[in-house]
């Protein structure tokens, strides 16, 4: 267990929370494929986003044991879509 170096202690992780809003993507163009469904809704196979960075669909949105989009176990390059979705950043457009 990480140990502070001072009297004070860490907030608990739930103080911590990242608002999800940070995590999902928005202004996307689908493209590619449909591949699935999910709440009557088609799952695309890729989509792009405003500034052109392509994202390939990588599955469902983990949710924690209240139904909220746990984005602490998203890996890096890793976006939620609406309703629910994860996205992975294809390695060509990656920013350097």
């Known amino acids: 267990m990480y140990r502070t170096p ?3 202690r860490l907030a608990p992780r739930v103080g ?9 993507l ?4 689908f ?8 709440a ?6 890729t989509v ?8 390939r669909y990588a599955g469902l949105a983990p949710r924690d044991v209240d ?7 998203l890996l890096s390059g890793e976006w939620v879509v609406d309703p629910g979705l ?5 390695k060509s457009c990656a920013p350097r």
Request: hydrophobic share 35%; net charge neutral.
């Open 40 to 45: 009557g809704r088609p799952i695309r196979e």
């Open 31 to 38: 493209e590619g494929a449909v591949i699935g469904y999910l």
């Open 86 to 90: 994860v996205y992975t950043m294809e």
């Open 67 to 73: 139904g909220r989009l746990d984005v602490d176990s």
């Open 26 to 29: 928005a202004n996307l163009q």
């Open 48 to 55: 792009v986003d405003g500034h052109g960075i392509r994202y």
């Open 6 to 8: 001072t009297r004070f």
């Open 16 to 24: 911590r929370r990242i608002p999800t809003e940070y995590f999902v």
